[in-house]
């Protein structure tokens, strides 16, 4: 049967290319993580608000562990993973991500934390502002999607600061260590310009 629809892009889109070094600001940017990370990701994984809303805590090991599997990613195509790097003394300060990238159907979904000594200053807005354009933009993708628990507020703050409508509520989609959540959907498409109120 022939296909009626051809694949938006096709495999080997992302492992072809060098994984992006995005310049956020004048301070931050979003760099590929490196092994001299993990004892910032075990620092950062000590936040209950990390921990909450995302569902584990790391020890020393387990942290090397996610950064050799945040580092070999970009080659699986399913998940691209950074951290959002302060450029005066290059720390980590954060991640994002795209997660469950669909080559086939131009789709992904952004993820992100920011460690609490570096929130309320626009950088996980402004980092997935400028993941968000290159993935829509060069990359080639089509629809970006956003989830986050009803309850957690700056989240939805940082998705509509980067351009994601809300699209509606998924109940009891996911459960946290208090339980299920609903959880807020947000996406942003490529044929929607956006003007960020952060910008
Ligand atoms: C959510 C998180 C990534 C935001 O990072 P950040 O760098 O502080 O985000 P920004 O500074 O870009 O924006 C934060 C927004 O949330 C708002 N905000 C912060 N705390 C809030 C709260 N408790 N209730 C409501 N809004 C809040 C801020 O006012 C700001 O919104 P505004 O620009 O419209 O004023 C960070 O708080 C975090 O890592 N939290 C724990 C992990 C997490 O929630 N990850 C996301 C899972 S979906």
């Not at 020393?60 to 562990?65: G, I, N, S, V």
């Not at 402004?126 to 993708?141: H, M, N």
């Not at 299920?180 to 910008?199: E, G, V």
């Given at each position: 049967m022939p296909r009626l629809v051809d694949p938006l892009l096709l495999p080997g889109?992302?492992?072809?290319?060098q994984q992006p070094l995005l310049e956020i600001d004048d301070r931050f940017s979003i760099r590929p993580w490196a092994i001299d990370d993990a004892p910032t990701i075990v620092v950062a994984y000590s936040d209950p608000e990390i921990q909450q809303w995302h569902r584990r805590s790391l020890d020393d090991f387990e942290a090397q562990q996610m950064v050799r599997i945040w580092r070999g990613a970009w080659q699986g195509e399913a998940d691209a993973c950074w951290a959002i790097e302060?450029?005066?003394?290059?720390?980590?300060v954060g991640y994002i991500a795209l997660h469950r990238i669909d080559l086939e159907n131009g789709a992904a979904q952004v993820a992100y934390w920011v460690a609490p000594h570096a929130r309320s200053a626009g950088v996980a807005s402004k980092a997935t502002l400028a993941l968000s354009e290159w993935a829509l933009g060069?990359?080639?993708?089509h629809r970006l999607e956003l989830l986050h628990s009803v309850h957690n507020h700056a989240s939805c703050h940082v998705a509509a600061n980067a351009g994601f409508a809300i699209e509606g509520t998924l109940k009891g989609a996911l459960e946290h260590p208090d339980g299920w959540h609903d959880m807020h959907l947000h996406a942003r498409l490529t044929s929607k310009p956006f003007r960020s109120p952060i910008s």
């Amino acid at each position: 049967m022939p296909r009626l629809v051809d694949p938006l892009l096709l495999p080997g889109s992302v492992a072809s290319i060098q994984q992006p070094l995005l310049e956020i600001d004048d301070r931050f940017s979003i760099r590929p993580w490196a092994i001299d990370d993990a004892p910032t990701i075990v620092v950062a994984y000590s936040d209950p608000e990390i921990q909450q809303w995302h569902r584990r805590s790391l020890d020393d090991f387990e942290a090397q562990q996610m950064v050799r599997i945040w580092r070999g990613a970009w080659q699986g195509e399913a998940d691209a993973c950074w951290a959002i790097e302060n450029r005066l003394d290059g720390l980590a300060v954060g991640y994002i991500a795209l997660h469950r990238i669909d080559l086939e159907n131009g789709a992904a979904q952004v993820a992100y934390w920011v460690a609490p000594h570096a929130r309320s200053a626009g950088v996980a807005s402004k980092a997935t502002l400028a993941l968000s354009e290159w993935a829509l933009g060069p990359l080639g993708l089509h629809r970006l999607e956003l989830l986050h628990s009803v309850h957690n507020h700056a989240s939805c703050h940082v998705a509509a600061n980067a351009g994601f409508a809300i699209e509606g509520t998924l109940k009891g989609a996911l459960e946290h260590p208090d339980g299920w959540h609903d959880m807020h959907l947000h996406a942003r498409l490529t044929s929607k310009p956006f003007r960020s109120p952060i910008s």
